[in-house]
């Protein structure tokens, strides 16, 4: 399928609210510290790998990359008091004076800083709602998903919740509204991602609603985002990550796509059999004279059996496709799924594959609601 002729901006727009979450979550004191490589020593000025970056290198990298984003969409500047300001750049000038600012400095630095991201945000969603329904949604979309590991505050009081805890950044209410953002934007993914994101979606959800389940999750979280990243952002064809064998040692998986598509089975075994019977009395004959009408009302509105044939094997395709789509769909949610050992449980495999195969957030559906 071609991609749409808007991809480029809807890639960015997704990428940008991805960048806007991680440069808030980078600069909020106490904020969440990925686990990284690093390298033996800085000696000689060796190169290091994204992995192996600092903190701060990491930083100043997200800061960058929303300014060439900003200016890209063609969103960093607003009318203040007559003048054009530039958002993005204030952004970076105010996060580069929260990171050298004094203990006592912070709060107030920290203040500015998360106003003037606030207002970003909202310029941001203005203008892109205005002159896309795309790309604003994959801007919601990507800056959602960052939230749920970049705005987390892993000891947020949840009772009532916080927006940094993680029954808000992993509740239903946030998690359907992210599947029906990843539903409208299907068309511009591989078909699998959708899916399997709203499969893994689900399966966080009950991480986060497990007091015991989510404890020392965090870093797991980290790597899922990840994962979804690599996805959405960096285009990774999400069969790629099914091993081999997988669909054997997996058998259930075909089963229930069987148990799911039983009814169109069902009939699309019992139309063979008639179509076959009546291919059988069309190129025979009959002497019947009930039959002989009948072939003559069929030939008069064009149904031959090559006719019957084509489209029994156009039906037979649509269904083969549908059933390997589904079989897949659970493939891949299982394959990117990055979860911690829920406590009690036998095999990690198993619950995850659980949690996935009971998922509500459905994309296709949700995509059809406003």
Known sequence: MAAPEDADEVLAALRLGWYVAEVRGRNRPGGPVPPAESLPNRAGHVLPLRIERTPRELRIEAQSVVRKLAEDLKVGRVADGGQARNLADDIDQQAKALAAAAPQDAPA???????????FDAHTQ?????????????????????????ALDPAAVCDPPTPDCWAFL????????????????????????????????????????????????????????RRWYELLILEQDPSTL??????????????????ALWVQLVTAAVSLVLVIALIT??????SNAFLKA??????????????????????????????????????????????????????????????????????????AVP
Do not use: M
Not at 244 to 259: D, F, G, K, M, S
Not at 336 to 349: E, F, L, S, T
């Open 242 to 259: 099914i091993k081999p064998y997988t669909i054997i040692r997996e058998w259930h998986a075909p089963l229930r796509a069987v148990q």
């Open 126 to 150: 203005d203008v892109l709602a205005a002159q896309s329904g795309t790309q604003s949604a994959a801007y919601q979309l990507g800056r959602g998903l960052a939230e749920i590991y970049w």
């Open 170 to 225: 992993l509740g239903a209410q946030r998690g359907s509204e992210l599947a029906r953002l990843a539903g409208r934007l299907s068309g511009y993914f591989n078909p699998y991602c959708c899916p399997a994101l709203a499969g893994t979606l689900h399966l966080w959800l009950s991480v986060a609603g497990n007091e015991e389940w989510r404890a020392g999750a965090q870093d797991h979280l980290y790597r899922q985002t």
């Open 294 to 367: 009948l072939f003559g009302v069929l030939g008069v509105v064009g149904l031959s059996a090559a006719t019957i044939q084509a489209g029994l094997k156009n039906a037979a395709q649509s269904l083969t496709t549908r059933l390997r789509q589904d079989v897949y769909t659970d493939l891949v949610a299982a394959a990117i799924a990055v979860a911690p050992a829920k406590p009690g449980a036998d095999r990690q495999d198993r619950v995850v594959a659980e949690e996935i195969r009971k998922r509500t957030l459905t994309t296709a559906a949700d995509a």
């Open 109 to 119: 630095a920290w203040k500015a800083l998360a106003l003037t991201i606030y207002q």
């Open 281 to 286: 009395l069309i190129i025979n004959g009959s």
